[in-house]
T-cell receptor, first 115, second 108 residues
Framework: EPEVTQTPSHQVTQMGQEVILRCVPI?????FYWYRQILGQKVEFLVS????????KSEIFDDQFSVERPDGSNFTLKIRSTKLEDSAMYFC?????????????FGPGTRLTVL | SQQGEEDPQALSIQEGENATMNCSYK?????LQWYRQNSGRGLVHLIL?????REKHSGRLRVTLDTSKKSSSLLITASRAADTASYFC????????FGAGTTVTVRA
């Protein structure tokens, strides 16, 4: 069964460093998303991406964040200068249609630890 | 915000018992979705119920939706130890909005 994959599973970085989190969505999906979950808190939406551009983003997704689909398969989240409060699980998701119509499929997550 | 909120926050049951959890939301929806998250893992989609549906089944799961009360329930029948997880409802506008979840512990 096709699934969303994410790498790495765990990333440790120093404050101020740049990190890139990678995702491979399900191949025939058109909509891509990033969410994060700070330990013990709710899953929070960061950004949605369709047709090679950001369709929606939350207030969390500030100028430190960017997303890219560099080729036909990968979908990346870049944090330019990490802060301690960026420590969280980051989940990538994809869907065939927009969220109003069907479910999203989530990857296993990348645990980001900022020291 | 259309964020779903689950109730109760935590539930502990014996294997074989049923588990029921509820979700309330604030505004109109196209659909409502339930997800499961095992500790430290990703979210697994369980079931989607559309706004024009009242009840939906999937295996041991039964979901109801009452749009007049802006609420939904998830019933897990004949629970197993493997059902131990956190369960989230998610409502949608342009994104999924998750509640804090119900943590279900199934005791063997």
């Amino acid at each position: 069964e096709p699934e969303v994959t994410q790498t790495p599973s765990h990333q440790v970085t120093q404050m101020g460093q740049e990190v890139i989190l990678r995702c491979v969505p399900i191949s025939n999906h058109l909509y891509f998303y990033w969410y994060r979950q700070i330990l013990g808190q709710k899953v929070e939406f960061l950004v949605s991406f369709y047709n090679n551009e950001i369709s929606e983003k939350s207030e969390i997704f500030d100028d430190q964040f960017s997303v890219e689909r560099p080729d036909g398969s990968n979908f990346t989240l870049k944090i330019r200068s990490t802060k301690l409060e960026d420590s969280a699980m980051y989940f990538c998701a994809s869907s065939t249609q927009g969220v109003s119509y069907n479910e999203q499929f989530f990857g296993p997550g990348t645990r980001l630890t900022v020291l | 915000s259309q964020q779903g909120e689950e109730d109760p926050q935590a539930l502990s049951i014996q294997e074989g018992e049923n588990a029921t959890m509820n979700c309330s939301y604030k505004t109109s929806i196209n659909n409502l979705q339930w997800y499961r998250q095992n500790s430290g893992r990703g979210l697994v989609h369980l079931i989607l119920i559309r706004s024009n549906e009242r009840e939906k089944h999937s295996g041991r799961l039964r979901v109801t939706l009452d749009t007049s009360k802006k609420s939904s329930s998830l019933l897990i029948t004949a629970s197993r130890a493997a059902d131990t997880a956190s369960y989230f409802c998610a409502t949608n506008d342009y994104k999924l909005s998750f509640g804090a979840g119900t943590t279900v512990t199934v005791r063997a």
